[in-house]
């Protein structure tokens, strides 16, 4: 099977895609998907070729050029070439205020959330959410380009910096945690793998950012509630984020759909592209459930 992967060439998880794609006797070709280009007639170039697509990352871009591959990625689906994850998920997950929309819609507990276009309205939602706040870019991953605020003067200078840029102004009341989160990798309709993300003397949890990972053992109940917010952003691959409140509540902080799995395989040892490419592939009965 010719299976696509939307990624850079050089990139850790694609090199372990390809390696896991030769196991399975596939072949894994890697695109970039700032090369894609389409023709009206004819379809997406090269990409119609292939077996399956596997979305491995979205790069930075103009609106245009996101709603372009978005579009690209759309017309794929409707050929009935099978895309990991699919379009419309790919779509709400990368957008951090429709993705907590649709999990405070599912009844999912979401930390309060503020979502500004002006200063003036940041600083009375920084208000509103108690003075502590992260302020997180509205497309971004791996904890890349948060900040935690607290202090108003410093408030209104972030504001006004991301104001000035015409940045979208994302805001998360703080919520005080025991210094560690949970991971948890969906595959499917089961959670393939968890770990615990342990932050050193900072607030932060992810791996990328300093902390470090253990496998663990999910409860029931945190089972049920990664399946739930997966499902609710209508991901079949999904890395959900949960954090343990003072309160008792588990928040689900941030659903991705283009999860990455270094830190989780070296502390679980499963082989998590091998996993990915057996349910994508169909191996296991489930890649287009």
């Not at 309060?112 to 997180?136: M, R, Y």
């Not at 999860?259 to 490419?277: F, H, I, N, Y």
Request: net charge neutral.
């Amino acid at each position: 099977m010719r299976i696509g992967i939307l990624g850079a060439e050089n990139g850790w998880h694609v090199g372990d895609l390809q390696r896991a794609a030769l196991l399975l006797g596939h072949e894994a070709t890697p695109i970039d998907f700032r090369r894609i280009s389409a023709n009206l007639h004819l379809g997406p170039n090269g990409l119609s070729t292939f077996d399956r697509i596997l979305v491995r990352t979205m790069p930075p871009g103009s609106l245009e050029q996101v709603i372009f591959r978005m579009d690209v990625l759309h017309r794929l689906e409707a050929e009935g070439i099978p895309i990991l994850n699919p379009p419309r998920a790919v779509e709400i997950c990368v957008d951090k205020y429709l993705a907590s929309a649709r999990l405070a819609a599912a009844g999912l507990a979401v930390p309060p959330t503020a979502v500004c276009q002006n200063v003036d309205s940041a600083l009375e939602a920084f208000d509103q959410l108690e003075g502590d706040v992260v302020v997180k870019p509205l497309f971004g991953s791996e904890g890349r380009g948060m900040m935690r605020v607290s202090d108003p003067d410093l408030a209104w200078r972030t504001f006004r910096a991301l104001e000035r840029t015409q940045s979208v102004l994302y805001l998360q009341r703080y919520i005080k945690h025991p210094g560690w989160d949970l991971r948890v990798f969906i595959l499917g309709k089961r959670v393939l793998a968890a770990m615990r993300r342990e932050a050193h003397g900072h607030w932060r949890t992810n791996v990328a950012q300093g902390g470090t990972g253990r496998p663990v053992s999910l409860s029931r109940q945190d089972e049920e509630l990664a399946l739930r917010a997966a499902d609710a952003v209508e991901a079949r691959m999904a890395g959900v984020d949960l954090l343990p409140g003072p309160d008792g509540v588990m928040y689900v902080l941030e659903v991705n759909a283009v999860p990455g799995w270094r830190a989780l395989q070296s502390v679980t040892g499963m082989d998590v592209a091998k996993e990915v490419l057996s349910f994508f592939t169909g191996e296991q009965g489930e890649a287009n459930r």
